[in-house]
């Protein structure tokens, strides 16, 4: 599978043309971790989003703390930290690699500087957020 | 308070600068509603964003059923309907003139023919959607 199908697949693209794809594809990272590795730490600033390709992970709330809470577990086909491509936040949990494990991962200042380049991204992203936004709106206020 | 600077107020636009207020409001078309004039109705595609000069309005939920309901009144300087600037949704209340009343009313498709032909309004735009999204998300989550 293409780094532009495996994109297509994240909601927050969904609108994206090919063209747009292949921008965003050319400022992604191929990265492997090993069996324990951190791949991102709860309390650090989010800078990047990542998609799982291969592996598993887990996502842990106080892993440095006394009793650890596992939250989740990903695999091929999941991914977290889309909105680190717009704003800058704490991470609210460790993410750590289970086993061998290989990401695509796209940081802020690339996935910013495709939006520079290519005018339409933002613009496709627009009703997407937008939507996600008052749908979520929507269950709070019930 | 002229009209950039209470577009300036409407969070969907805080990151937007003088000039590109300018064009916004620029696409926006002037509507006058007489007392009683049903501005939008519950339940109805919504397709634009309100801006009101003068008068009053009200917010009602089940406005033609057995127990409308008040839920605000707006007046000069208020908005509503931003969110109808990215993405359709069926109005989930209606609003009403209780006086006389004059809008600025700026529809989707005109604001989406200034964001391409300004596309950095999008990209302004993205990082405020996604921190709200963040927020009510991690509403939802407690």
Not at chain 1, 75 to 93: H, N, V
Not at chain 2, 75 to 97: N, P
């Amino acid at each position: 599978m293409s780094i532009e199908d495996t994109l297509s697949q994240v909601p927050l693209f969904s609108e994206l043309n090919r063209r747009a794809l292949r921008r965003l594809a050319r400022g992604t990272v191929s990265r492997r971790f090993g069996k324990g590795d951190v791949i991102v730490r709860e309390g650090e600033q989010a800078v990047a989003f990542f998609f799982v390709l291969s592996g598993r992970v887990e996502v842990v709330k106080g892993a440095e703390g006394p009793s650890p809470k596992v939250l989740n577990t990903l695999g091929p086909g999941d991914f977290f930290g889309e909105t680190a491509l717009l704003d800058s936040y704490l991470r609210s949990a460790t993410v750590r690699a289970l086993e061998d494990t290989e990401c695509l991962e796209l940081w802020r200042w690339d996935f910013l500087y495709a939006l520079r380049t290519n005018r339409h991204i933002a613009f496709e992203m627009l009703p997407v957020l937008g939507r996600r936004l008052r749908e979520t709106d929507e269950q709070l206020a019930t | 308070m002229n009209t950039e600077e209470t577009l300036a107020q409407v969070p969907l636009f805080s990151q937007l600068g003088h000039r590109d207020l300018k064009r916004l409001a620029k696409g926006a078309v002037l509507r006058r509603f007489e007392k009683g004039h049903v501005i939008v109705k519950e339940g109805e595609l919504a397709v634009g964003f309100f801006l009101i000069l003068s008068g009053r309005v009200e917010v009602v939920k089940g406005a033609e059923g057995p127990s409308p309901k008040v839920l605000n009144t707006l007046g000069a300087g208020d908005f509503f309907g931003e969110m109808a600037l990215l993405d359709g949704y069926l109005r989930s209340t209606s609003v009403l003139a209780t006086d006389d009343t004059e809008c600025l009313v700026l529809s989707r498709w005109d604001f989406m023919a200034e964001l391409r032909s300004s596309p950095y309004i999008a990209v302004q735009m993205l990082p405020v959607l996604s921190r709200r999204l963040r927020e009510s998300q991690a509403q939802l989550e407690t």
